[in-house]
Nanobody, 113 residues
Framework: QVQLVESGGGLVQPGGSLRLSCAAS????????MNWYRQAPGKQREWVAR???????TYTDSAKGRFTISRDNAKNTMYLQMNSLKAEDTAVYYC???????WGQGTQVTVSS
């Protein structure tokens, strides 16, 4: 059974940084592409970033240049380093294994002064 556990969210001021983690279990983590999504209040869940099994990364336009997705296969963990945070980045952030349709419970990120 696949389990994904996000952590690292919190309250940060505009311009600040956070590093989110997604710990995976129950899968052979290294062979799967992984995604980060987010859902802001009253909005649909949106895709943020993707990393393939070989480390190729892609980002939504709003994340380019500010966010960095990475993975540590030895730790079965994916990360999202978020810099220069803006109020519009406020959302619950989720990790996802697209080929398995698996989701974590999410971690809240609030960007506010």
């Amino acid at each position: 059974q696949v389990q994904l556990v996000e952590s690292g969210g919190g309250l940060v001021q505009p311009g600040g940084s956070l590093r989110l983690s997604c710990a995976a279990s129950g899968i052979m983590f290294s062979i799967y592409a992984m995604n980060w999504y987010r859902q802001a209040p009253g909005k649909q869940r949106e895709w943020v970033a993707r990393i393939t099994s070989v480390g190729t990364t892609t980002y939504t336009d709003s994340a380019k240049g500010r966010f960095t997705i990475s993975r540590d296969n030895a730790k079965n963990t994916m990360y999202l380093q978020m810099n220069s945070l803006k109020a519009e980045d406020t959302a619950v952030y989720y990790c996802n294994v697209p080929s398995m349709g698996s989701w974590g419970q999410g971690t809240q990120v609030t960007v506010s002064s």
